[in-house]
């Protein structure tokens, strides 16, 4: 079946600094992956829509300039928070849709100190 | 705007007994709905879906019917096993699943042995 990875699947980054998060299709291109955010007890909040080779569309209330989304690739999509905050502390789970469903990657849990 | 509610955990039962977790839903038209599993370590899983009024979903002993006029989608197995602990997501989409979902906020399940 189709695998979606994402790496790493934890970090811990100091207050300030940028944290790079990849999302790669291992057997099928993705023209197109979501990001997603978990907060503890709370629904997958979509984050934005990541579409290969052109700018990612995001969901209101979610600032673009501080979640950067690369899609470089077929195989690849980053989600790059900058400026990291101990409020952007979440759960990150990135997806892609492949014969019309979607497949999840394992999630990246971010601790900002 | 669309939304989903389940009921929360973490739910804890005996290997060989009956399973419900409830789910209900706010949307607008006739959205698609799913059960997503999470097993640990691992992405999220399309367990089952129904995309139209009193279909009913099933997969790997799970069950759940697309009931319009109660707008519920309540998963239920008759037997659970251990293997079977997990968090289970309930969703829905206006776009058959694979592009814009909401989720429920998940329901941990722990079987003991």
């Known amino acids: 079946g189709a695998v979606v990875s994402q790496h790493p699947s934890w970090v811990i980054c100091k207050s300030g600094t940028s944290v790079k998060i990849e999302c790669r299709s291992l057997?099928?291109?993705?023209?197109?992956m979501f990001w997603y955010r978990q907060f503890p007890k709370q629904s997958l909040m979509l984050m934005a829509t990541?579409?290969?080779?052109?700018?990612?569309?995001?969901e209101q209330g979610v600032e673009k300039d501080k979640f950067l989304i690369n899609h470089a690739s077929l195989t690849l999509s980053t989600l790059t928070v900058t400026s990291a905050h101990p409020e952007d502390s979440s759960f990150y789970i990135c997806?892609?849709?492949?014969?019309?469903?979607?497949?999840f990657g394992e999630g990246s849990r971010l601790t900002v100190l | 705007g669309d939304s989903v509610t389940q009921m929360e955990g973490p739910v804890t039962l005996s290997e060989e007994a009956f399973l419900t977790i409830n789910c209900t839903y706010t949307?607008?038209?006739?959205?698609?709905l799913f059960w997503y599993v999470q097993y640990p370590g691992e992405g999220l899983q399309l367990l089952l879906k129904?995309?139209?009024?009193?279909d009913k979903g099933s997969n790997k002993g799970f069950e759940a019917t697309y009931r319009k006029e109660t707008t519920s989608f309540h998963l239920e197995k008759g037997s659970v096993q251990v293997s079977d602990s997990a968090v289970y997501f309930c969703?829905?989409?206006?776009?058959?699943?694979?592009?814009?979902?909401?989720f429920g906020t998940g329901t941990k399940l722990q079987v003991i042995p």
């Open positions: 057997d099928f291109q993705a023209t197109t």
């Open positions: 997806s892609a849709a492949y014969g019309g469903e979607l497949f």
């Open positions: 129904a995309t139209k009024a009193d």
């Open positions: 949307a607008t038209g006739y959205p698609s």
């Open positions: 990541s579409n290969e080779g052109s700018k990612a569309t995001y």
């Open positions: 969703a829905l989409s206006h776009s058959g699943g694979y592009q814009k979902v909401t």
